[in-house]
């Protein structure tokens, strides 16, 4: 099988390293080609700064891009699917945008389009949702879909080191995306969540704009170390939760007790829960972000094509209505300036130096963090889920 590899970065070149170890499974493996940027120099043989050089080649089967960002990452997924090549892609900021429009096309060219690595780095996440969705509905997902943004709070409140210390660290691990923004202010997570509710629900959210997300930006030392006198360990997730025609998905930093899953989540490490019907609570757990856990989950797509294993097949076509008072929670505000007027209509008490507001729908308090956030642009807030990770 001849793979093209668009990209040879961290996991471009984590890919070519695992197809070139060469063990059993992959031994019939081989890069055919290397797409690398028109300025770059041609260290290997099979690199190439010319895209049609691959698409033309009717010998090359599989497509691996991983050069990330929306274009020319989207123009070139869908015309190797149209060259008639499998795609596999580890770009949640594309497929969070064309998981439809790619999966149509793969189905219209009888090739395959798969993602595993775009979720969760190296756990088999996307695998594990799908083998779900097999025998039951899935109504909710939660989690820590982010290593970059848990390597920070962990080092934090492990080392007491300082948030732009350890972002440099993320980004000398390969962890943090080519514009790290997007791992600290939650927008990485929110690309990876539509995916997840894209196939549980199977919708096509496409417009994520609506989604309530709160990064860490303004996460201190003395934050952490009062979560952790309370015996809590605040971390950056996930969530969604379906019902009946209704749906709603946040990205917020939260509180959880320090004998949890979540809170023992270390490094670069992800936990994402699924709750069946019939299989109750799921957890996968590994390293969510770094060459080799994210590259080896491309090597097992491109084993899967080789090997015909089918993945479940999703239109995306159901409509439910995005409702941002689905969910009610407490949350602790930090702020300098004084809100109560702004959380007038909810029942508020002190906690230490914060503001605990209780009960407020998550949308409602996203809206109202935005204006505190216009009076003070170091206000911070978390949340504390009454009904633990996944409801
Ligand atoms: N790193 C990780 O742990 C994970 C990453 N991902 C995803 O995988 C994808 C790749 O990430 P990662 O490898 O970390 O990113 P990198 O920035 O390390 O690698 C991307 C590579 O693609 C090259 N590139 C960009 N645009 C083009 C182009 N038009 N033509 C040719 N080459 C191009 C870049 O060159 P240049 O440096 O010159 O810009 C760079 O070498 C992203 O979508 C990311 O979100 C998913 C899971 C985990
Ligand atoms: N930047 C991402 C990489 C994997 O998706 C992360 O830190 O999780």
Not at 70 to 95: D, F
Not at 160 to 165: A, L, M, R
Request: aromatic residues 8%; charged residues 25%.
């Amino acid at each position: 099988m001849n793979i093209a590899i668009l990209g040879f970065g961290t996991v471009g070149s984590g890919v070519y390293k695992i197809i070139k170890k060469a063990n059993m499974q992959t031994q019939n493996l081989s890069v055919s080609h290397i797409l690398i940027r028109k300025n770059k120099q041609r260290v290997l043989p099979e690199m190439t700064d010319d895209i049609n050089e691959i698409l033309n080649d009717k010998a090359t089967d599989v497509v691996v891009e991983a050069i990330g960002g929306i274009e020319p990452a989207h123009q070139y997924i869908m015309s190797a699917l149209n060259h008639g090549k499998h795609v596999i892609t580890a770009n949640k900021a594309v497929i969070a945008i064309y998981l439809k429009e790619f999966t149509d096309a793969a189905q219209a060219n009888n090739v395959k389009f798969y993602f595993e690595a775009s979720v969760g780095g190296g756990i088999p996440w996307i695998q594990g949702l799908e083998k779900a969705l097999r025998i039951d509905s899935v109504n909710s997902i939660s989690g820590i879909f982010n290593g970059t943004s848990n390597f920070i709070l962990d080092q934090m409140s492990r080392n007491g080191e300082s948030f732009v210390d350890v972002l440099k660290k993320a980004q000398a691990l390969g962890y943090a995306e080519a514009d790290p923004s997007a791992d600290i202010d939650g927008y990485d997570i929110a690309n990876k969540l539509c995916i997840s509710a894209d196939i549980a629900y199977n919708i096509d959210i496409r417009n994520h704009q609506d989604l309530p997300i709160f990064g860490i930006r303004n996460i201190t030392s003395s934050d952490v170390k009062f979560f952790q006198r309370k015996g809590c360990s605040v971390k950056l997730i996930g969530r969604t939760r379906q019902i009946g025609n209704k749906f709603d998905y946040v990205v917020e930093t939260t509180l959880f007790l320090n004998r949890t899953l979540e809170a023992n989540t270390p490094d670069n490490y992800n936990l994402i829960s699924l709750k069946g019907d019939t299989i109750g609570k799921l957890d996968f757990f590994g390293q969510g972000a770094g060459m080799f856990p994210t590259a080896n989950a491309v090597v097992q797509d491109i084993l899967d094509i080789k090997e015909q294993k089918c993945h479940l097949k999703r239109e995306f076509d159901k409509k439910l209505e995005y409702c941002p008072e689905l969910t009610k929670d407490d949350y602790l505000v930090r702020s300098n300036v004084d809100i109560r007027d702004l959380f007038a209509d909810y029942e508020l008490s002190n906690e230490g130096s914060y503001i605990m507001v209780h009960q407020i729908p998550v949308g409602e308090m996203h809206k109202l963090m935005k204006s505190v956030l216009k009076m003070d642009k170091s206000a911070f807030m978390v949340s504390l889920p009454s009904q633990g990770a996944v409801a």
